[in-house]
């Protein structure tokens, strides 16, 4: 099991930047891919971006296309969302978790969140417009 904890959220005026940061323990963490979610009051998650922790493809909704980037630090068990431009619909609680899959045959997983065994607690972006 993955123990997931992020960092970063907070209030942020539209058009400014965040990073979110996630910091991962409990396991060998090379064979497990990465994911952001959010979900917005009275909506269902939905994905954001993902990656594997060995590196290699990133992946984003098409909303976080342009706008933010996933990034791993290895020596610090540590991802990462950069996240620029913010617009008040980026509103929601972030949420990183952890899937045990690799390889391109999985690419389609990245945005499925049942795919994903372990989660973090969330962290709260709001953005004013």
């Known amino acids: 099991q993955v123990q997931l904890v992020e960092f970063g959220g907070g209030l942020v005026q539209a058009g400014g930047s965040l990073r979110l940061a996630c910091a991962a323990s409990?396991?060998?963490?090379?064979?497990?891919?990465m994911g952001w979610f959010r979900q917005a009051p009275g909506k269902e998650r939905e994905f954001v971006a993902g990656m594997h922790w060995s590196g290699g493809n990133t992946y984003y909704s098409d909303s976080a296309k342009g706008r933010f980037t996933i990034s791993r630090d290895t020596a610090k068990n540590t991802g990462f969302l950069q996240m620029n431009s913010l617009k008040p619909e980026d509103t929601a609680v972030y949420y990183c978790?952890?899937?045990?899959?690799?390889?391109?045959?999985?690419?389609?997983?990245?945005?499925?969140?049942?795919?994903?065994?372990?989660w973090g607690q969330g962290t709260q972006v709001t953005v004013s417009s």
């Open positions: 409990g396991r060998t963490f090379s064979a497990y891919a």
């Open positions: 978790a952890a899937a045990p899959f690799a390889g391109p045959q999985y690419s389609a997983s990245y945005y499925v969140d049942n795919r994903y065994d372990d």
